[in-house]
């Protein structure tokens, strides 16, 4: 099979490195990719992925039979819907059910439609109608930004002050754009979050290896939110018993209320989960593999990813019959960043050590780099996931760090508590 990726980021370095294991895949294409992903792609600059008509006119030139779309934007842009009207198979939510994560009011909507267990909240469209309503609550209080912001439009707020200036800077200053127009504003839920992904053709929903994300930017869960300094899978908090429960609460409910309401969905679901006394409830949905979360699910992986990601996408039921296993260990991923991240942070800096890394035997999935006279520099905010793959969490996380120890850029910035709260349960 020829296989287009979409995208170009840790998240769609690690698909094409998966989807490159795969018998079936003859040819992979990546656009634009980046210098990590050329390994196991050929990497198209020169077309937006955010224009559907060029990267289907691409994809049927290059007799494409499967397309993969990690981002977000093409998918709520519609692309899959271009893809299929082409006769192209794409793995992705349609349009009308990337919209689950589009807007943050429908997803919140469906969910109290539905019974779906989540945060209380209010949706608001006026700036001093919002903060009355943080006044009257109090705080902790947490503020959305209604539409995408990259993994950073959501501010939790630990004083009615601090909310009350996230309701400015969303709402009146536009800091994420029109995707401040609406906030959505949550009660602050008490527990300890996780991540469950699963497959979905509409109708079956394998769950993915259960995983914890480090959104913070400094140890100690500090600092402002990112969009993930790291990753590790499985999350114990996350017992089996846990996982049952959040598929049989969460994820199948809202398989079926997507069917119900004429927006089936097909592709990769993100249930960001908080554990709570009362049990799991939904934080957010995605309509895509997270980031940096997929770089600690997939190397777990056992199964072959084309097969899994063609039957979601026929969505013809062939999928309940796949026998999709997974590794009993586990895997972490450190994210290497650019000083200053996630705020202003310089671009251009040489990067060493990338190949003593994997001699090591850690993955380097590239998330912010570029090539530049044969070497490779920093080209974002997000440069590197370092991963490793270790019977435990602990012999991972030492892996892991082995890795980001003999990688060097100027201004390199990593937490160095990944995986804290899985050790922490250890000792």
Same mark, same amino acid.
């Given at each position: ?54 990267? &289907? ?20 842009? %519609? ?32 969910? #109290? ?17 919002? #903060? ?5 609550? %109090?705080?902790?209080?947490?503020? #959305? ?5 990259? %993994?950073? %439009? ?56 259960? @995983?914890?994300?480090h959104k913070r930017a400094y140890d100690g869960d500090k600092g402002p939110n990112t969009g993930g ?7 114990? &908090? ?34 960001? *989960? ?26 777990? *992986? ?25 590794? /009993? ?5 450190? &994210?290497?960043? @650019?000083?200053?991240?996630?705020? @202003? ?8 050590? *990338? /190949? ?30 370092? &991963? ?10 030492? #892996? ?22 899985? *050790?922490?349960?250890? @000792?």
């Amino acid at each position: 099979m020829n296989i287009l990726v979409i995208g170009g980021g840790g998240r769609e370095h690690t698909l094409a490195w998966k989807l490159a294991q795969s018998p079936s895949a003859t040819k992979l294409y990546a656009i634009p990719g980046n210098p990590g992903m050329a390994a196991v792609a050929e990497c198209v600059s020169g077309i937006s992925i955010e224009d559907n008509e060029a990267v &289907v006119a691409f994809a049927e030139e290059h007799a494409i039979d499967l397309a993969v779309i990690g981002p977000e934007v093409p998918l709520t842009n %519609g692309i899959v819907d271009a893809f299929e009207a082409a006769g192209i198979l794409a793995f992705g939510p349609r349009k009308a059910a990337a919209e689950l994560e589009g807007s943050k009011a429908f997803s919140k909507g469906l969910m #109290k439609k539905y019974g779906i267990p989540t945060a209380k909240y209010e949706v608001f469209t006026d700036a001093e109608a919002a #903060k009355d309503y943080v006044r009257q609550e %109090g705080a902790p209080i947490v503020i #959305k930004a209604d539409g995408l912001a990259a %993994g950073k %439009g959501v501010i939790v707020a630990e004083t009615c002050d601090e909310a009350l200036a996230a309701v400015a800077d969303i709402m009146e200053d536009q800091e994420f754009g029109a995707a401040g127009n609406r906030v959505v504003i949550e009660e602050f839920m008490e527990g300890e979050e996780a991540s469950l992904l699963c497959f979905t053709d509409g109708e079956t929903i394998v769950p993915m290896i259960s @995983s914890q994300d480090h959104k913070r930017a400094y140890d100690g869960d500090k600092g402002p939110n990112t969009g993930g300094m790291g990753t590790y899978a499985p999350a114990p &908090v996350m017992t089996p018993a846990m996982i049952e429960a959040t598929k049989e609460k969460i994820l199948k409910p809202v398989i079926a209320a997507m069917k119900q309401e004429g927006r089936t969905y097909q592709g990769c679901l993100y249930a960001g *989960l908080m554990i709570t006394k009362d049990g799991p409830k939904v934080v957010e949905f995605n309509a895509r593999f997270g980031d940096p979360e997929t770089q600690v699910v997939l190397p777990l *992986l056992k199964s072959d990813l084309v097969d899994i990601m063609v039957a979601c996408a026929k969505g013809d039921g062939s999928l309940k019959d796949l026998d999709i296993a997974w590794s /009993d260990g586990a895997a972490v991923c450190v &994210v290497l960043a @650019s000083g200053g991240y996630p705020k @202003s942070y310089r671009k251009g800096y040489e990067i060493t050590g *990338l /190949d003593e890394a994997e001699k090591l035997g850690c993955h380097v999935f590239h998330a912010g780099t570029a090539e530049r006279d044969g070497s490779v520099v920093t080209a974002g905010g997000r440069v590197l996931g370092v &991963v490793a793959e270790a019977a435990d969490v602990r012999a991972a996380v030492d #892996k892991a760090y082995q890795g980001v120890n003999v990688i060097d850029f100027k201004d390199k910035m990593f937490r160095h508590d990944i995986a804290h709260r899985a *050790l922490e349960r250890q @000792s």
